[in-house]
Structures are given as C-alpha cells and as structure tokens.
C-alpha cells in the first residue's frame, strides 16, 4: 500500500528529553513537511523540505530539528528547548514543484508529562 | 488579520440541508485553495482543491472562489451525520519569509444533526 506512515501514534515524554517522531512516505513524493496542530486551531508549519538533503524553517521552527537523509524519510525531533511541545504533529507530502496538494500521514499524539 | 480567516462555528445544520463553509484569505496573488476534512482525533484529509474562479463540483461537495473578493466556500449539499467534522481551509500564500506556502485556517466545525 502506498502512503505516508507516522509513528508512534501516541508518544509521552519527560520534561528535558529529546524525542524524535517518524514520518516515512512510499510515495516518491518530493517534498515532505512538519506541522503542528494545537486543540482548536489550525496547523502551523514547522519545517519543510524540497529535496534530499535540504530542508526549510517554517513559522514555528525554534526548538525543534529535522533531517532528510532519504527522499522517503523525515524525521522531526522535539528538542527541550521547545517550551510546549505537548501537540498533534503531522506529517505531510507532495508530489513535486507542480502542485501544491499535500497528503497528510495519521498524526502522532505528544505529551509531555 | 489573519492570512487565512474561517468561522470557528460550531456550525449545525439538519441532515439533508446545504451546509456553507466560508474561507477569507490576505494575499492577492494566491492561486491555489483547498479544502480538508479532519475527523476528531484523525488527520486532515483533502476533499477538493481549486484554481479558478467560479465553481467545481464533486458529488456532493461544490467549492466556489471569488479571487476578487478573496474567498473561497465549500458547499456540502445534501449532508448527512458523517460529513460531522471539521473543515479546514488551506491557501497557498505568501508566508513568512518570500516562498509561497500552503496555510491553514483554524477550521470550521460542522455538526449535522440527525
């Protein structure tokens, strides 16, 4: 099956622990982004990357970093430096420079205890 | 203002009514819009996109752009209790910094009642 595959679903962290959520796409999409999602509000863009290799602050990037050593994988890391990183994180795709439509994985759950 | 402006609701409306769901954006020179579905808990998911003004239509669901007056609505005609969710608008714009970058609105929850 062809899709975008976030995980773990539910992840729960200790104030001053790093944490690294997955985000892998069989896709060969392009481009993959990092949002967050807050109760009530939209999603605010995190980082982003076009390419291998290559990646993009977005509005929200202080405490968080990313890599994209694959063109299937991208993963984000919650540093303890992000003051509330208690959020729905999703992960996201697209095809190429062509189109704008972005293909959403499952989300995972973070909460910091 | 915010770059992209929807009602928060919650919107109800009785099952078989047209539900309308409306969607103001900043930046003139966008040309992409879309909409997403989010059911509670889950992930958005895209319900249509739109380029050009006037109207498209995909079975139940009819988005309309008026890029001169800058919005874009959904239309759901029709509705049943499982179109329940929340509907997020999204505009590719520019953001922060030069590039064009798809934004979301806060969403619109949408109750339909039995």
């Known amino acids: 099956d062809g899709g975008i595959t976030q995980s773990p679903k539910y992840l729960f962290r200790k104030e001053g622990q790093n944490v690294t959520l997955s985000c892998e796409q069989n896709l060969n999409h392009d481009a993959m982004y990092w949002y967050r999602q807050d109760p009530g509000q939209g999603l605010r863009l995190i980082y982003y990357?076009?390419?291998?290799?290559?990646?993009q602050k977005g509005d929200i990037a202080e405490g968080y970093s990313v890599s994209r050593e694959k063109k299937e994988s991208f993963p984000l890391t919650v540093t303890s430096a992000q003051k509330n990183p208690t959020a729905f994180y999703l992960c996201a795709s697209k095809p190429g420079q062509n189109t704008d439509t972005q293909y959403f994985g499952p989300g995972t759950r973070l909460t910091v205890l | 203002q915010k770059e992209v402006e929807q009602n928060s609701g919650p919107l109800s409306v009785p099952e078989g009514a047209i539900a309308s769901l409306n969607c103001t954006y900043s930046d003139r020179g966008s040309q992409s819009f879309f909409w997403y579905r989010q059911y509670s808990g889950k992930s958005p998911e895209l319900i249509m996109f739109?380029?050009?003004?006037g109207d498209k239509e995909d079975g139940r669901f009819t988005a309309q752009l008026n890029k001169a007056s800058q919005y874009v609505s959904l239309l759901i005609r029709d509705s049943q209790p499982s179109d329940s969710a929340t509907y997020l608008c999204a505009v590719n714009l520019i953001s922060s910094g030069s590039a064009r970058q798809l934004t979301f609105g806060s969403g619109t929850q949408l109750t339909v009642l039995p």
């Open positions: 739109i380029y050009s003004n």
């Open positions: 990357s076009q390419i291998v290799n290559d990646f």
